[in-house]
Nanobody, 126 residues
Framework: QLQLVESGGGLVQAGTSLRLSCAAS????????LAWFRKAPGKEREYLAI???????YYADLGEGRFTISRDNAKNIVDLHVDSLKTEDTAMYYC????????????????????WGEGTQVTVSS
């Protein structure tokens, strides 16, 4: 059973950058696609970035290019770097993982991700 633990959230100033980390245990990390989602109060959960099995990365079309996902299979960690933080980035950020079925090359659907961390809160002040 894969377990995920996020860290790195907190209260930060707008305009700064933040690196969130997700540490995994209990599975063969390289077999999983890893994703970052966030959930802001009153809003739907949204996908931000995915690191697929094999290394390909995908980003949500937020039109900003402020998010960078990176994974280290040797350390079982997937990070999300967020640049130029805005107050609207305030949300709970979640790491999620799925072990893709054969032939599945990409999914950003939260329901397809079987494993989730507890989340790390990011609050951006103006």
């Amino acid at each position: 059973q894969l377990q995920l633990v996020e860290s790195g959230g907190g209260l930060v100033q707008a305009g700064t950058s933040l690196r969130l980390s997700c540490a995994a245990s209990g599975g063969t990390f390289s077999d999983y696609a890893l994703a970052w989602f966030r959930k802001a109060p009153g809003k739907e959960r949204e996908y931000l970035a995915i690191s697929w099995v094999g290394g390909k990365v995908y980003y949500a079309d937020l039109g900003e290019g402020r998010f960078t996902i990176s994974r280290d299979n040797a350390k079982n960690i997937v990070d999300l770097h967020v640049d130029s933080l805005k107050t609207e980035d305030t949300a709970m950020y979640y790491c999620a993982a799925t072990r893709p079925s054969p032939g599945v090359v990409f999914t950003s659907t939260a329901a397809m991700y079987s494993y989730w961390g507890e989340g790390t809160q990011v609050t951006v002040s103006s």
